[in-house]
């Protein structure tokens, strides 16, 4: 079995493409409270969550907001994969002990050439939390 096996995001990859990819995935714990990343670190890896809660945090005006939080089986931090600056915009914090799958970024970059249906997945995801994030940094004062 394949640790990349029943993530919706990459149901599209055939077996060969999604066994070469999980050579270039981690699964990993998470502790309550562990950061799994800062805002304004490089993104190396984009991370799929396994089970329970991510919160993602960001300061905004001085404020430590949170953005939203990450569900079972969603994805976080695309956004800095596929942004030019290659920065986390916001930090993601376990709530409590997570199980996540950890994939690195070249990986998924070539992927998602060869697969455009991933990347529009990807992209779709992205739009939508811009959406999400501009309207709560404009009720932030």
């Known amino acids: 079995m ?6 919706e995001l990459l149901n599209e990859l055939d077996s060969t493409d999604k066994e070469n ?7 990993r714990t998470l502790e309550k409270w562990e950061v799994i990343f800062k805002e304004g670190e490089e993104a ?19 404020k430590d907001v949170i953005l939203w939080n990450v569900e079972a089986e969603e994805v976080l ?15 993601a914090v376990a709530l409590v002990e997570c199980e996540l799958i950890t994939i690195l970024s070249f990986s998924i970059k070539d992927l998602t050439k060869k697969y455009p249906i991933l990347y529009k997945k990807i992209k779709d995801i992205i739009n939508n939390r811009i959406i999400s994030n501009k309207i709560i940094e404009s009720t932030i004062k």
């Open 21 to 27: 990819l999980s050579l270039f995935c981690q699964y």
């Open 44 to 62: 190396v890896a984009m991370y799929i969550l396994k089970k329970w809660r991510i919160e993602i945090r960001k300061e905004i005006n001085r």
């Open 2 to 7: 394949n640790i990349l096996d029943g993530i």
């Open 77 to 91: 931090w695309e956004m800095a994969l596929f942004w030019d600056d290659n920065k986390r915009m916001a930090t």
